[in-house]
């Protein structure tokens, strides 16, 4: 948090980039409110087609303006856009953004398909427009411990790693489960966090070899496509011979409202983050040799809106076109492997 900090301070040298707001929901608001406590920013417009949301979202940002959509907030003589709307919009909306010469911070996935996700981070490069994605969980003390564990070497060779997301509820709109719309269920909404993890953690070893099961209802989706999976498996073979075992779900009875855990194991010891008492917020990072463990991370850790405030402090330190970005069509294209397309 500190480093996101120091940026936010030497951003306040320089004029405050300008930013629109697409979706202001609860979780646009919430990104709206980590990138406003930056002060590295001027949030310029605002846009949701519930007025509602709008008048919470002026809250925050009462010298805002409230526009109608993307192409009023797009004239609104915007720096950067924070994108927090429908799946199926994402790749369209942050396109239109970037080919307009503005940065864009976007909600997961950022395509339903890597294809989709590729175009946006091509249009990102030929902009030269800082582009980054609310993967928040790379974020959270946790994982930074571990990730810095990891590039140690202390662990020895990786050889396994466990992933979970187990979601005791499920999505609230009827776009999560049109596979048209949200490009599948809970492997796009939950496994791309785990996903990303693993491959983040590990510096994005090459994937060799992907395989999945799939679940709606308690039966195999077998490749229908008139629904989403609700419970999924799968097993990604990395080219450094470790694998990695992934499980996520909705409505899954397990007794707690979330089982959230990214567990490595390396030939000489292991660490792993954890959700602490089913909540979805709260995360205890370990480190084990053989019997013993010690704790790398614990409560309390205001992670959720780091990423958004980190896009925010770079883009007011002037960066452009990162190519990191590139990663995030490593992660689309194991997500597709995993939905065998």
Known sequence: MSEVLDRAANAKAVTRPRLGFLGVGWIGRHRMQAICETGAVEVAAVSDPSAEMVGEALKLAPEAEAVHGLEELLASGLDGVVIATPSALHA??????????????????????????????????????LLAVDLSYRFTD??????????????GRIYAVDLVFHNAYGPDKA??????????????????????????ALDFPDVANVSGKLFSGGEPLAGRRDRVEDYALATLELQT?????????????????????????????GAALKNVGGSFFDFTAERFRGT???????LPDAWGGRAAA?????????????????????????LDAIYGR
């Not at 994982?143 to 662990?155: D, F, N, Q």
């Open 292 to 298: 013993a463990r010690e704790t790398l991370a614990s």
């Open 241 to 269: 011979g470790a694998a990695v075992q992934l499980a996520c779900s909705w409505r899954l009875q397990a007794g707690c409202d979330a089982v959230i855990e990214a567990a490595f194991y390396g030939t000489q010891g």
């Open 175 to 200: 776009w999560f489960y049109d596979p048209e719309l949200s490009g599948g269920g809970c492997v796009m909404d939950l496994g791309v966090h785990l996903v990303d993890l693993a491959l983040w």
């Open 142 to 155: 946790g994982m930074r411990r571990i990730r810095e564990v990891l590039a140690s070497g202390e662990l």
């Open 92 to 129: 369209e909306q942050s396109i239109r953004a970037l080919e307009a010469g503005v940065a864009v911070f976007c909600q997961k996935p950022l395509g339903r398909t890597a294809k989709e996700v590729a175009t946006v981070v091509e249009a990102a490069r030929a902009a030269d427009r």
């Open 310 to 334: 980190d896009w925010a402090t770079r883009l007011a330190a002037g960066e452009r076109f990162d190519p990191a970005a590139e990663r995030l069509v490593d992660v689309a294209r194991a």
